[in-house]
């Protein structure tokens, strides 16, 4: 009897041993931060002296290897996002003898509900996230808003939530500009002095402090499913920081330092530079070298592209790239310009700027809401994506807040359809592309039996039923179909259903109309779009 009692005694330790041991396995959901904080030397420079590397690995499985970075006051920080469920064994190798050698485990648990990871390519010219989701960017443009008072911050997020664009194109240096020259509250360098009242920086050393407030930001948008398309570098500074004219090894350092702290973000993008050209510092050359570092130093891949001033395409054949990132009106103010770009890049694209809504005398400031909405839809229409922009200035002359520059609150109109505009790209089937690409300029295919055809700011009474025999890769129109007829009016964010169904016909010159040559009544408006779709027998 002593003997079952001994072996029951040492079940029941055994058993609370190893549950013990489990309990102190972190768990961290896929996509979500594990980090851990380690207590160093601050002695010299940790920013420039330090190494700090941890590999994490599954049992026949991934290897991700990172970098750890100084996060102040002897602080040492490595981050790590757990891209598959399961046991994940890390160990830290360190040049500090005090870091270094240190293992340990966590336990990725399946994703929360709200986060499906980080955004890639899909196929040739589309998004989803890590999940399989189909993400489609409807993003907006707040460049300096991190610079800006924390009230002035709060509110930008307040109208982002509203609005509910799920990507923001945003600068991590200051800007000094014409309708933005506010001075930071922190700087990404320490300041080491003064000098005709403007701060000289130490670009030897980083400051931790600001790249704690970027994070939160960071965090905040990811809260709202917006993705941070984070800007590095920028033309708008003219002497006045010196961010714009730092030497080859502090952009290196700064951009190995940002990717340490920011890569384990599942909503990071990364774009090398607004209007790169006229960064006149740097050459093509360098900036192939700083999006490789970029690309090298990030162990997760994040989206990664670069943009230009008005026409200026950067080589984005560059393998480095995910996508583009454009500027250039001229493919979204008309019917089939924009299918020509995505024909050229075998990749995903992206107008970033394509002119703003607003008031301003620029004439890249002055579009009309509705136009800003059609520029989008011509974009959609042909496979590729728009970012909106707003820039209304009512005290001209004024330090006001403009979205585009500061963030804040909406003065426009376009804004408020971004909503409806992502319930109807939700319902997609597929994504959006020209069904007959060279021929049909105003028929998008988003898979069989699926079609939405886009009359912008044309005005017509009727419309006669007819759709192109050709539907991109997908199975062609198939005579004695059946299809309904919406009417979606994209400005006043209504959908109709047309009554009765339409049948098509045989082959006619490649395209195919209704066996008894119907037509739609089409109320005298324009941005009017036909969501065609096959009739339920």
Not at 165 to 174: E, S
Not at 177 to 198: A, N
Request: net charge neutral; charged share 25%; hydrophobic share 35%.
């Amino acid at each position: 009897m002593e003997h079952f009692r001994r072996l029951a005694f040492c079940m029941l330790y055994l058993f609370t041993f190893i549950w013990q041991l489990s309990a102190q396995v972190k768990k961290i959901p896929q996509w979500e931060r594990f980090e851990i904080v380690l207590q160093g030397t601050a002695k010299g420079n940790p920013f420039a002296d330090a190494s700090l590397t941890a590999t994490f690995w599954q049992q026949g499985g991934d290897t991700v290897n990172v970098q750890g970075f100084y996060d102040g006051d002897g602080r040492y920080v490595i981050r790590f996002m757990p891209i598959n469920p399961g046991v994940w064994y890390y160990s830290i190798d360190s040049n500090i003898a005090s870091l270094a050698g240190k293992r340990g485990e966590i336990e990725c648990i399946p994703a929360k509900a709200d986060n499906h990871g980080p955004v890639k390519v899909r196929g040739l010219h589309d998004f989803e996230y890590a999940d399989g989701t189909v993400y489609y960017p409807l993003g907006t443009t707040a460049y300096a808003w991190i610079h800006m008072s924390q009230a002035v911050q709060e509110k930008t997020l307040s109208s982002l939530k509203k609005a509910q664009f799920n990507k923001l194109r945003m600068c991590v240096f200051p800007k000094n500009y014409g309708l933005c020259k506010e001075e930071p509250e922190i700087y990404p360098f320490f300041v080491k002095g003064h000098s005709d009242g403007k701060p000289v920086f130490d670009f030897t050393c980083l400051n931790p402090a600001f790249f704690r407030r970027l994070e939160k930001r960071i965090d905040d948008l990811r809260y709202l499913g917006v993705e941070a398309d984070l800007i590095l570098f920028h033309p708008y500074d003219k002497g006045r920081w010196g961010f714009d004219n730092m030497p080859m090894e502090v952009n290196v350092a700064y951009i190995k330092y940002l990717t340490a702290r920011l890569s384990s973000f599942s909503n990071v993008w990364w774009s090398l530079a607004n209007e790169y050209d006229y960064v006149k510092a740097k050459t093509e050359a360098d900036w192939e070298t700083l999006i490789q570092t970029v690309v090298v130093s990030d162990p997760y891949g994040h989206l990664c592209s670069i943009h230009g001033s008005t026409a200026t395409y950067f080589p984005y054949w560059m393998e480095e790239l995910t996508h583009t990132s454009i500027q250039d009106e001229a493919p979204v103010e008309d019917f089939g310009r924009a299918s020509i770009v995505r024909s050229i890049y075998r990749k995903p694209v992206v107008f970033d700027e394509v002119c703003y809504e607003g008031n301003l005398a620029s004439r890249w400031g002055r579009l009309s809401g509705p136009e800003m909405l059609h520029r989008i839809w011509q974009g959609l229409i042909a496979g590729t994506y728009v970012t909106h922009g707003e820039c209304y200035q009512w005290n001209a002359g004024s330090m006001d807040t403009i979205f585009w520059a500061k963030g804040g609150e909406w003065r426009g109109e376009s804004w408020k359809r971004i909503p409806f505009t992502r319930s109807l790209l939700d319902t997609l089937p597929h994504p959006l592309q020209l069904a007959d690409v060279s021929r049909d300029h105003r028929t998008a295919t988003a898979g069989e039996g699926y079609y939405l055809i886009y009359f912008g700011k044309q005005i017509q009474d009727e419309w006669l039923f007819n759709l192109p025999a050709k539907n991109a890769s997908y199975r062609k129109v198939q005579a004695g179909t059946k299809y309904k007829v919406e009417i979606i009016d994209t400005w006043n964010m209504t959908v109709t259903e047309y009554p009765g169904t339409f049948e098509v016909g045989k082959t006619i010159d490649y395209r195919h109309y209704d066996v008894n040559y119907r037509k739609v009544r089409l109320p005298l408006l324009p941005y009017l779009m036909l969501r065609i779709t096959v009739a339920d027998e």
